[in-house]
């Protein structure tokens, strides 16, 4: 008798549980998670920038502009080592680096 006691009081609890989770849920605007998420994940890059742009530039039937568009593509390269982290590149970082602890030998 104890043991059903318990169990029913258990599934009462996480079924209330279930539907305060799912009521909080539906209140919530995903628009900000969406931002910042996107934010993470694919950070602004001002070299992407300077590449479109550039190539816009040397893409351009103007002769005048060709100098320009080609320093903006050869800038990009340069700046890509100042672009922001992205979540892809830390998690291939951390799997390096636990790598090559797992390879040292003590």
Same mark, same amino acid.
């Given at each position: 008798?104890?043991?059903?006691?318990?169990?029913?009081? *258990? *599934?009462?609890?996480?079924?209330?549980?279930?539907?305060?989770?799912?009521?909080?849920?539906?209140?919530?605007? *995903?628009?900000?998670?969406?931002?910042?998420?996107?934010?993470?994940?694919?950070?602004?890059?001002?070299?992407?920038?300077?590449?479109?742009?550039?190539?816009?530039?040397?893409?351009?039937?103007?002769?005048?502009?060709?100098?320009?568009?080609?320093?903006?593509?050869?800038?990009?390269?340069?700046?890509?080592?100042?672009?922001?982290?992205?979540?892809?590149?830390?998690?291939?970082?951390?799997?390096?680096?636990?790598?090559?602890?797992?390879?040292?030998?003590?």
């Amino acid at each position: 008798m104890q043991h059903r006691r318990i169990i029913r009081s *258990t *599934t009462d609890s996480l079924s209330r549980l279930a539907e305060a989770k799912t009521e909080v849920a539906a209140g919530l605007r *995903t628009e900000p998670v969406a931002k910042h998420v996107k934010n993470l994940t694919k950070p602004n890059s001002v070299s992407k920038t300077m590449r479109n742009v550039g190539v816009a530039l040397i893409a351009s039937p103007d002769i005048i502009t060709d100098p320009v568009g080609a320093a903006l593509v050869a800038g990009s390269y340069v700046m890509k080592s100042r672009d922001p982290i992205k979540l892809d590149d830390l998690a291939v970082e951390t799997r390096k680096i636990l790598r090559d602890i797992q390879s040292l030998r003590l």
